[in-house]
């Protein structure tokens, strides 16, 4: 064993990003190089262009496996990707602009002269020529280049019956038209149709070229996307930090020169650099893109914060506690990555199928001119047949079965409100049982009001609001905002508040027209409660709502029951789902009490509260191991993992960048009643997909032995396949007429 084939201990998880696969096959054959060596266990994801694996061997070792396979190989760090300068989508636009340019009129031109020689003019071959080499060699070239790496390490791609095939119909064509006289006429139409050396198939060249570039620069915009959710989270932290030295002093820093033991302060609106505990001062703070809980959270010394967390309120010291990859937000980045590698197990089929399909394409091909030629046939006849093989094979319907789809539906949704990001979106939305719902931002709307209110006998409504209203104007806490919000519409002018002071934890206090006023917990003043009071206060808590109460010279005056109010479209989205036969679920952060709450007023049958963001994942793990296919619904940074684990996940507009990254539907309406619409939408795209797949392997099925018998020639061949691509277009396109029962 050499030394960099020695292992390095107990087996550990290795993250490769694989560059210059171009299709299923690709990854299926480093799939299987990498499977080949003791002690690996390896997934290669042709959608990421990432190779998962569990070794003990080092990774340089890894590498040289993959690069000895004709690919690239790097390890990835644990952390969010960069923005990449090597963007495969302009070079592929660039050169399916001259493609088109060149092959729209070589496409006129090309089948005119074929099917009516008179039109012949002197130097027509030359004109088909300059108008076919730029198109057959340098746009084709990446299907060249991919092909003849191929070929080095002895595999077969996709791209390997695209070239051949390219290549064939140019160099047949040049060979009718120059080796021939070229200007021998057919006695009709039918006879140039069916003799090959009538036939010029330049035309053909230049569509499976065009055809094939549409379909890769569809699939390199939707691959660019893919890290937008890494990117996301690695924004969400901070970018630098202020630093306490031993003397007390402050210098900013970037934060990873943060190390764990380091002081730090975080000041109102600040975004708290990493994972720590509080050592001085007290806030609030906005954990709701971390936890799902819509109400902030007020912390003190000795209470432990997040990285990514806001800071509304107050001045704190934080010792770090942990950094780089060890922080929540880092652990966030590898759930998501994990998850959304592991979807590639749904590809392995047609990874096979790919792997499968050249070489025998191949193989039938150079088996017809053999045989064609032991049995008798003509060097003309013998070539045709395999050239027909050739030009039937290629897999232009297959290449456009699904991006047409995805790009008909994707346009429909817009319209309707849903974003498809991919094809593995629709994988499992036929067989979707359980919706599960992120509460916070989804199922509700994310922001704190007034829902309830209760004057003690003698106090008008309008003097609880206008002291309430006045005293909370001045703070900067949402449940003050949600207040005075209320006392606002109703009465419009506040008076002025005097002597203010925030009771950090507790409420605020303050003067408004020669009374002090508190407004704050029930803690406050609990023991003074008149009844009616103190049973509004416990129905609040029990539905649970957050109870606040107004003491007056210390007198109660009344209370308010706050809460994250459900979106008015949430009943009737979940009423439906249940006609469609689905199980819904609530998952999240909040407590208990206000998730049965909000469940129990949307008639969701099952909670799961006061999850973790790791543990949402894990309960769509566990709904998954029931047998259940499971579409999720969320909006947060906290959701995403869940979303990525999911067989179906769906983001709404409204959430982050990393929940719409990780998401395979974006809801772009904030309706919910566009869930039920999504995953029908979703339902009929797949039926269409499935559909085009069906009846591009079958055109292949059908009509490779009718090519392989010589019964069709190359031009019948070039036309049979623009016939194929057609159907599966418009088959697409029937998608447009789609309407929400």
């Keep these: 064993m050499t030394a960099i084939e020695a292992t390095t201990g107990e087996p550990r998880s290795v993250e490769l990003a694989v560059g210059g696969m171009t299709c299923g096959a690709c990854a299926a054959r480093v799939e299987r190089k990498l499977n080949r060596l003791d002690g690996v266990t390896a997934s290669v994801n042709f959608a990421t262009e990432k190779a998962l694996i569990q070794t003990n061997l080092p990774v340089e070792r890894l590498v040289a496996v993959v690069e000895q396979t004709g690919y690239t190989a790097e390890e990835v760090r644990r952390a969010a990707p960069a923005e990449t300068a090597d963007d495969p989508v302009r070079p592929l636009w660039r050169r399916l602009v001259v493609a088109l340019l ?37 746009c084709a070239w990446p299907f060249h280049r991919k092909a003849i790496a191929d070929a080095r390490h002895g595999g077969s791609s996709m791209d390997t019956l695209v070239s051949l095939g390219i290549i064939a119909a140019s160099c047949w064509s040049l060979y009718t038209v120059f080796g021939q006289s070229a200007h021998e006429e057919a006695d009709s139409v039918w006879g140039l149709l069916l003799r090959p050396g009538g036939s010029i198939y330049l035309d053909v060249a230049a569509g499976v070229t065009i055809f094939v570039l549409a379909g890769r620069l569809f699939e390199a915009k939707a691959k660019r996307s893919a890290g937008n959710a890494l990117r996301a989270l690695a924004e969400l932290g901070a970018r630098d930090v202020a630093v306490l030295g031993e003397d007390g002093s402050e210098r900013r820093v970037p934060v990873d020169e943060l190390r764990a033991g380091d002081r730090f302060v975080v000041r109102p609106g600040e975004t708290v650099a990493t994972d720590g505990v509080v050592e001085d001062g007290r806030c609030s703070i906005d954990a709701s893109a971390m936890t799902g809980e819509s109400i902030p ?53 047609a990874d096979r199928i790919a792997g499968v399909f050249v070489p025998v394409v191949v193989g039938l091909a150079v088996l017809t001119l053999v045989v064609w030629l032991l049995a008798g046939g003509t060097e003309t006849e013998s070539v045709s047949a395999a050239l027909a093989v050739l030009i039937i094979a290629c897999p232009c319907a297959l290449g456009l079965a699904t991006p047409t789809a995805l790009m008909v539906a994707s346009g429909r949704g817009a319209q309707l409100g849903v974003f498809i990001k991919g094809q593995q979106a629709l994988e499992s939305a036929r067989a979707i049982d359980t919706v599960v719902f992120d509460k916070t931002g989804t199922l509700t709307s994310g922001r704190v009001s007034v829902v309830d209110l209760h004057a003690v006998d003698g106090v008008p409504r309008e003097t609880l609001l206008r002291l ?94 706050l809460a994250d109010t459900a979106r008015a479209s949430a009943k009737g989205a979940v009423a439906e789902l249940h006609r469609l036969g689905l199980r819904t679920v609530m998952l999240t952060g909040d407590n208990r009490a ?10 969701i049958g099952e909670v799961a509260a006061e999850v973790l963001p790791a543990g949402k994942a894990e309960a769509i793990e566990k709904l998954q191991a029931e047998g259940r296919v499971v579409a999720m619904v969320g909006d947060g940074v906290n959701d995403a993992p869940a979303l990525a684990r999911a067989d179906l996940g769906l983001a709404m507009v409204t959430g982050t960048d990393v929940a719409l ?46 090519a392989a018998l010589g019964v069709l020639n190359p031009l019948i061949a070039g036309a049979a396949m623009a016939l194929s691509s057609l159907f599966v277009v418009s088959n697409s396109l029937r998608l447009r007429r789609f309407r929400p029962e």
Excluded: M
Aim: glycine fraction near 12%; aromatic fraction near 4%.
């Design 661 to 706: 990254g990780a998401a395979d539907l974006v809801l772009v309406r904030t309706e919910l009643s566009v869930v039920p619409c999504a995953i029908r939408l979703a339902r009929a795209t797949l039926r269409t997909i499935r559909g085009n797949l069906v009846w591009a392997f079958g055109y292949n099925v059908a009509a490779l032995p009718l």
């Design 594 to 603: 206000t998730a049965k709450a909000v469940a129990a007023e949307l008639g």
């Design 468 to 561: 309430a209203g006045a005293v909370e104007d001045a703070s900067e806490h949402v449940i003050g905002a949600a207040i005075t919000k209320l006392a606002r519409r109703e009465l419009g002018e506040l008076p002025p508040v005097e002597d203010f002071a925030g009771l950090p934890g507790l409420g605020a206090r303050g003067v408004v027209g020669g009374h002090e006023v508190v407004v704050g917990s029930p803690r406050l003043i609990e023991a003074r409660l008149p009844g009616p009071l103190a049973e509004s206060v416990s129905r609040w808590e029990t539905l649970g709502r957050t109870a606040v109460v107004v003491a007056r010279d210390g007198e109660v005056a009344g209370g308010f029951a």
């Design 297 to 349: 959270v007020e912390v003190a010394r000795g209470g432990e914060v997040a990285g990514g967390t806001v800071a509304l309120g107050g001045r704190i010291v934080v010792r770090a506690s942990r950094v780089g990859a060890e922080t929540q937000l880092a652990r966030l980045v590898e759930l998501v990555q994990r998850a959304q590698h592991e979807k590639a197990a749904v590809q392995r089929l």
């Design 102 to 138: 060149a092959g729209a009129p070589l496409a006129d031109l090309s089948i005119t002269l074929a099917l009516v020689p008179s039109l012949r003019f002197a130097g027509w071959q030359w004109v088909l020529l300059a108008l076919t080499l730029p198109v057959v060699t340098w």
